[in-house]
């Protein structure tokens, strides 16, 4: 099993450009989540879906969208990227029943120039 | 004032030293208490989680809460080189019906052998 896997693990982006990073998770498990990492800031939630089909926003929304088109996969999109979205981006995947045991994927450490 | 403070370090000890983590919260809604570590350039891994004030022991690992005042603590016992990493503390909240994680920032830990 993979757990789960993120696509690219890395990517350089010019402001104002587009990108979706792919989140894959083989652990037919009901909750996902996109998470940003910062220098001092720890994790912070961007969007997460309770099943296929839903999506929420968390706490650092803006600037990014989400689609669960299929159960094993969240896409986060970025429309027009900006220097401040310059990150490590992390997927996490529970089965929801108890978010604290959450399954993260390796990460998509991102830089807009 | 954030919900989770953590200290960042750096902290580096030498090995077989005990060590001693720490995270302090605000929000008396919090109720169970995770403790994950991050390899570098990895993602969070989940090591232990707890719920009610005491002591929770994991091998060389023992998580402590004291609800009273708001304080939680992961000690490692024996340390080595492989303890060297990133560790958040993760604290989960039920509020109106919705699960809520909040992470703090993380403290970097180096094992010198």
């Known amino acids: 099993n993979a757990g789960v896997t993120q696509t690219p693990k890395f990517r350089v982006l010019k402001t104002g450009q587009s990108m979706t990073l792919l989140c894959a998770q083989d652990?037919?498990?009901?909750?996902m989540y996109w998470y940003r990492q910062d220098p001092g800031m720890g994790l912070r939630l961007i969007h997460y879906?309770?099943?296929?089909?839903?999506?929420a926003k968390g706490e650092v929304p803006d600037g990014y969208n989400v689609s669960r088109l299929k159960k094993q996969n969240f896409l986060l999109g970025l429309e027009s990227a900006a220097p401040s979205q310059t990150s490590v981006y992390f997927c996490?995947?529970?089965?929801?029943?108890?978010?604290?045991?959450?399954?993260f994927g390796p990460g998509t450490r991102l830089t807009v120039t | 004032q954030k919900e989770v403070e953590q200290d960042p370090g750096p902290l580096s000890v030498p090995e077989g030293a005990i060590v001693s983590l720490n995270c302090t919260y605000s929000?008396?809604?919090?109720?169970?208490f995770m403790w994950y570590r991050q390899y570098s350039r990895k993602g969070p891994e989940l090591l232990m989680y707890?719920?009610?004030?005491g002591n929770k022991e994991d091998g060389r690992f023992t998580a402590q809460v004291d609800k009273s005042s708001k304080y939680i603590s992961l000690f490692i016992r024996d340390s080595q080189p492989s303890d060297s990493a990133t560790y958040l503390c993760?604290?989960?909240?039920?509020?109106?019906?919705?699960?809520?994680?909040?992470f703090g920032q993380g403290t970097r830990l180096t094992i010198n052998p």
């Open positions: 993760a604290m989960r909240a039920l509020i109106q019906g919705a699960q809520k994680l909040v």
């Open positions: 929000n008396s809604a919090f109720q169970y």
């Open positions: 879906s309770v099943g296929e089909g839903t999506t």
């Open positions: 652990m037919n498990h009901e909750y």
């Open positions: 996490a995947t529970n089965r929801g029943l108890f978010i604290g045991e959450q399954y």
């Open positions: 707890t719920y009610s004030s």
